[in-house]
């Protein structure tokens, strides 16, 4: 995996990561595979990281208040235990930095209802019921989500296939916020798609995304799952009748087994050529128990260590807080400039 340049639009600015994931429910092996195992990768390349659990986002649908601080701690454990080292980069949770819903309100304001009503995840969270009833934070989640990036002037955000639209729109903000206000000040930030599972699909059909929401437990893997959970799942996920082709190209019309062929190269750090031309001419007899093996081997540590973690959450929260102070220092200046730019009086004592 190279390492992240930053292009000739943004080289005034600090190279940034941000990325964040909603703690609305457990966390699954989509979102290891798509988010937290490239999160760690990107702890190494030399670049300061931002990691947020947008609790915020979170309530554009009601959750049930001490569900969601539970949910909130988990999702910190799981950063952790996949590997985020809280003093290598910042972890925090989006409400304990003012500075997230203060810059969406301007954002608000630079946006356009029109851009908001083309998203795609509005549309489909809307689609067949009454979209009036819908809340407005669901409607306006783009730009809050352009506020989460914007606000540490990040350069660059992992994101999988489904989060692209919506980090296109941020672009579209800083470009009209600094055309607007004839400024320099906001970086067109990059979108960062890479690996060979950045979409996991469901355990029991190939055509859906991975989902916490799925109401079968068995397409999906959750990150609190045993090994013995883990390899049963595997083991009975579906796929079909044919043995492993000897190219990629052989997966075509085939979603079960080139989700399983994604999800073995993600897992093992290779590419899906190679697990192909390593299981060639084999049935899934043998390719699932060599998956399930590999997965547990990955996988169980890191349930280990989320449970020691939620053992304690008074350290989770402690944690957290750490990280919203030290997000709060890069985040507060850049704010405090934005309301300079858009003409906000402010006190400064």
Same mark, same amino acid.
């Given at each position: 995996?190279?390492?992240?340049?930053?292009?000739?639009?943004?080289?005034?600015?600090?190279?940034?990561?941000?990325?964040?994931?909603?703690?609305?429910?457990? +966390? $699954?092996?989509?979102?290891? +595979?798509?988010?937290?195992?490239?999160?760690?990768?990107?702890?190494?390349?030399?670049? /300061?990281?931002?990691? &947020?659990?947008?609790?915020?986002?979170?309530?554009?649908?009601?959750?049930?208040?001490?569900?969601?601080?539970?949910?909130?701690?988990?999702?910190?454990?799981?950063?952790?235990?996949?590997?985020?080292?809280?003093?290598?980069?910042? +972890?925090?949770?989006?409400?304990?930095?003012?500075?997230?819903?203060?810059?969406?309100?301007?954002?608000? &304001?630079?946006?356009?209802?029109?851009?908001?009503?083309?998203?795609?995840?509005?549309?489909?969270?809307?689609?067949?019921?009454?979209?009036?009833?819908?809340?407005?934070?669901?409607?306006?989640?783009?730009?809050?989500?352009?506020?989460?990036?914007?606000?540490?002037?990040?350069?660059?955000?992992?994101?999988?296939?489904?989060?692209?639209?919506?980090?296109?729109?941020?672009?579209?903000?800083?470009?009209?916020?600094?055309?607007?206000?004839?400024?320099?000040?906001?970086?067109?930030?990059?979108?960062?798609?890479?690996?060979?599972?950045?979409?996991?699909?469901?355990?029991?059909?190939?055509?859906?995304?991975?989902?916490?929401?799925?109401?079968?437990?068995?397409?999906?893997?959750?990150?609190?799952?045993?090994?013995?959970?883990?390899?049963?799942?595997?083991?009975?996920?579906?796929?079909?009748?044919?043995?492993?082709?000897?190219?990629?190209?052989?997966?075509?019309?085939?979603?079960?087994?080139?989700?399983?062929?994604?999800?073995?190269?993600?897992?093992?750090? $290779?590419?899906?050529?190679?697990?192909?031309?390593?299981?060639?001419?084999?049935?899934?007899?043998?390719?699932?128990?060599?998956?399930?093996?590999?997965?547990?081997?990955?996988?169980?540590?890191?349930?280990?260590?989320?449970?020691? +973690?939620?053992?304690?959450?008074?350290?989770?929260?402690?944690?957290?807080?750490?990280?919203? /102070?030290?997000?709060?220092?890069?985040?507060?200046?850049?704010?405090?400039?934005?309301?300079?730019?858009?003409?906000?009086?402010?006190?400064?004592?």
């Amino acid at each position: 995996m190279g390492k992240i340049m930053t292009d000739a639009p943004n080289a005034k600015f600090t190279p940034r990561i941000f990325s964040g994931i909603q703690p609305s429910g457990g +966390l $699954t092996l989509g979102n290891y +595979l798509g988010a937290l195992k490239r999160f760690v990768e990107k702890q190494d390349e030399g670049i /300061e990281t931002i990691y &947020c659990l947008v609790d915020l986002h979170a309530i554009t649908v009601w959750q049930d208040p001490e569900r969601l601080r539970n949910q909130t701690r988990e999702a910190a454990a799981g950063f952790i235990a996949a590997g985020i080292d809280p003093k290598r980069s910042i +972890l925090f949770n989006q409400s304990q930095v003012p500075g997230h819903a203060q810059l969406a309100w301007i954002f608000n &304001c630079v946006a356009r209802m029109g851009w908001m009503g083309r998203m795609t995840q509005w549309k489909d969270k809307t689609a067949g019921k009454d979209a009036e009833k819908a809340s407005l934070g669901l409607f306006a989640y783009p730009s809050l989500m352009a506020a989460d990036i914007l606000l540490y002037h990040a350069t660059h955000v992992p994101v999988g296939e489904d989060q692209k639209q919506h980090l296109e729109l941020t672009r579209d903000i800083a470009i009209k916020f600094n055309h607007d206000y004839k400024v320099d000040f906001f970086p067109v930030t990059e979108p960062v798609i890479e690996g060979a599972a950045t979409r996991v699909m469901s355990l029991r059909d190939g055509s859906k995304k991975m989902s916490k929401s799925d109401p079968s437990d068995a397409s999906r893997i959750n990150l609190t799952d045993d090994a013995d959970t883990i390899a049963q799942k595997f083991r009975k996920a579906r796929t079909d009748a044919e043995p492993l082709p000897e190219t990629v190209a052989g997966l075509k019309d085939r979603p079960e087994a080139r989700n399983l062929v994604n999800i073995y190269a993600a897992l093992a750090d $290779t590419s899906a050529e190679k697990v192909v031309a390593d299981f060639a001419g084999q049935g899934f007899g043998a390719f699932k128990p060599a998956l399930a093996d590999l997965a547990v081997a990955k996988l169980a540590p890191i349930a280990d260590e989320m449970k020691r +973690l939620m053992a304690d959450p008074a350290e989770i929260d402690r944690i957290l807080g750490d990280g919203a /102070e030290r997000a709060n220092a890069i985040a507060e200046p850049i704010l405090n400039r934005t309301y300079d730019i858009v003409g906000m009086i402010r006190s400064r004592g």
